[in-house]
């Protein structure tokens, strides 16, 4: 039985495309728990202002400008990945191309 290699080119994308997957399901995951530690940090910001108890804890803007730099981070870590694999993708199919023209 004869084994085929999977060419260069089709493994950059796979490895690409799950890079990306990846890194965007992070962000994703991260958003969500960001979302939900700001709901609580502003009920008791709430408190705070209006009962003072709850006071101490985390600000909701902190949480918030934390979050825009690591979603930062995911931004530039998917072009990052992209760029990457778009370059290992076209390279691979150029030498495939360049092998098949000297026969």
Same mark, same amino acid.
């Given at each position: 039985?004869?084994?085929?290699?999977?060419?260069?080119?089709?493994?950059?994308?796979?490895?690409?495309?799950?890079?990306?997957?990846?890194?965007?399901?992070?962000?994703?995951?991260?958003?969500?728990?960001?979302?939900?530690?700001?709901?609580?940090?502003?009920?008791?910001?709430?408190?705070?202002?209006?009962? #003072?108890?709850?006071? &101490?804890?985390?600000?909701?803007? =902190?949480?918030?400008?934390?979050?825009?730099? +690591?979603? *930062?981070?995911? #931004?530039?870590?998917? &072009?990052?990945?992209?760029?990457? =694999?778009?370059?290992?993708?076209?390279?691979? +199919?150029? *030498?495939?191309?360049?092998?098949?023209?000297?026969?």
């Amino acid at each position: 039985m004869m084994r085929r290699r999977i060419p260069l080119w089709a493994a950059a994308v796979a490895v690409t495309l799950a890079l990306l997957a990846a890194i965007g399901t992070a962000g994703l995951v991260d958003h969500t728990l960001k979302g939900r530690r700001m709901d609580r940090a502003e009920v008791s910001e709430w408190y705070c202002g209006h009962e #003072q108890r709850r006071c &101490g804890g985390p600000s909701s803007k =902190g949480i918030e400008d934390a979050w825009n730099q +690591r979603e *930062r981070g995911y #931004q530039i870590a998917l &072009g990052f990945v992209a760029a990457v =694999g778009a370059a290992v993708t076209i390279a691979a +199919r150029a *030498r495939l191309s360049s092998r098949r023209l000297r026969g």
